[in-house]
T-cell receptor
């Protein structure tokens, strides 16, 4: 199985801050990496797929990058609705696996 | 707009079988571009992929659960289902159904709202 490791596990930030979350795969997965946002009590929502492609309707302040084993999700200017937990997921091979999540909290 | 809706019992006894159905609306489950899958999230924890199925019935299961999991599809009803046998308290979780795009990589393109299933006597 491909293990996905996210860091940090939580981050405290203020509205307007730039936030970057890292995701590392235990083996190379080309650009087969997606990011999801989950609000408390809600289902995850797709933000980014193919490492850097923005899903329809997702604000442009979200961006993704990386290839191989190291990936990042960046929120350029944090908005109140962005306080949530973020998960990365590899879609390179089954079993599909998720990172442990990064909780973005209000500072 | 594509919608997925999970249904089934919210309480299952230990050693019994958990059975859930996902009803898809706004999109034909017979699409060749997507798989249909199940994931779960124990309270306060992360996400785990359970398995997926194509409209032809080809299945893929997480090896960690494969001995207890069966996923099936009913194209006439635009539904797919999950059976998880011999459940224990460790299977208590929110269960999500999802549409999984299968192009260059596998992406959870859309999710149901989730259903909490508690395993308890």
């Amino acid at each position: 199985d491909i293990q996905m490791t996210q860091s940090p596990s939580s981050v405290s930030a203020s509205v307007g801050d730039r936030v970057t979350i890292a995701c590392r795969a235990s083996q190379a997965i080309t650009n087969s990496l997606s990011w999801y946002q989950q609000q408390p009590g809600k289902a995850p929502k797709l933000l980014i797929y193919a490492a850097s492609s923005l899903h329809t309707g997702v604000p442009s302040r979200f961006s993704g990058g990386g290839f191989g084993t190291n990936f990042t999700l960046t929120i350029s200017s944090l908005q109140p609705e962005d306080f949530a937990t973020y998960y990365c997921q590899q879609g390179y091979s089954r079993p599909l696996t998720f990172g442990g999540g990064t909780k973005v909290e209000i500072k | 707009q594509v919608q997925l809706q999970e249904s089934g019992p919210g309480l299952v006894k230990p050693s019994e079988t958990l059975s859930l159905t996902c009803t898809v609306s706004g999109y034909s489950i017979s699409s060749t571009s997507y798989y249909w899958g199940w994931s779960r999230q124990p309270p306060g924890k992360g996400l785990e992929w359970i398995g997926s199925i194509s409209y032809t019935g080809k299945t893929f299961y997480n090896p960690s659960l494969s001995s207890r999991v069966t996923i099936s599809v009913d194209t006439s009803k635009n539904q797919f289902s999950l059976n998880l046998s011999s459940v224990t308290a460790a299977d208590t979780a929110v269960y999500y159904c999802a549409r999984i795009r299968s192009r260059e990589s596998l992406v959870f393109w859309g999710w149901g709202q989730g259903i909490l299933v508690t395993v308890s006597s």
